[in-house]
């Protein structure tokens, strides 16, 4: 995807008009997941936060319900182990996104704006996890380029988010190939990178794009 000559405002409705042409959603989500858990397997510790779809983002729902249930299909466990990863979803905020530490699928309900997320009697203090105890994020965006700029929806959610991150955490961005252009519009004061992009294509490993711990750049070259 090559945008050109856009304001960011523009950019997005027109990444947004090329994600929602893509044909072959639910094929192109299953090639994604595949090179996903051959690159990064679901752990036997820690948390996972990810998000939750909506037409016409990357199916997420499938893969993290076997998480939820323990026993994933898609990867063999160890020794026939369940699986111990928790998993946390966002719910939003007026300002910022909180996580909640989903423990059944049935916990999950519509939002107004038709989003997944826990029920309002369930958001207690105990079922909420700090983005300091996350070792893996798959986040969502509109678009993004190979130096793990991210262009979202506008309201700054997943960047608030991942300010808060520990350093040993691993941040993936699910995508079509499409969504990838050869650069997006940042700014470094406030909008956060991620480590990598998986398509249906390739992993893109951000980090080495844009350089071992050296300066962000925009990427001018794909």
Known sequence: MV??????????????????QVIGHEEKSSAIWKQLLARFPWPNEGWICSYVDIQ?????????RELVSGF?????????????????????LPQHLELFHLQDWSELTASQWGLQEPARHLRLPERLVAPTHIDLFIVPGVAFDRCG?????GKGYYDKLLSQRKPSSVAIALAFQVQIAN??????????PIDYIVTE???????TERGANGPRTMCSDV
Do not use: W
């Not at 000559?5 to 929602?20: D, T, V, W």
């Open 149 to 153: 700029n991210r262009l979202g929806y």
């Open 201 to 207: 294509n390739e992993v893109i490993d951000c980090r």
């Open 72 to 92: 994933p299909k898609h990867q063999a466990s160890r020794d026939g182990e369940r699986q111990k990863a928790q998993l946390a979803v966002p719910y939003c």
């Open 3 to 20: 945008l050109a000559n856009m304001n960011k405002k523009e950019f997005r409705k027109h990444a947004l008009e090329l994600r929602g």
């Open 56 to 64: 016409p983002e990357v199916i997420t729902r499938p893969y993290l």
């Open 183 to 192: 650069a997006v519009p940042f700014d470094p004061s406030y909008d956060i």
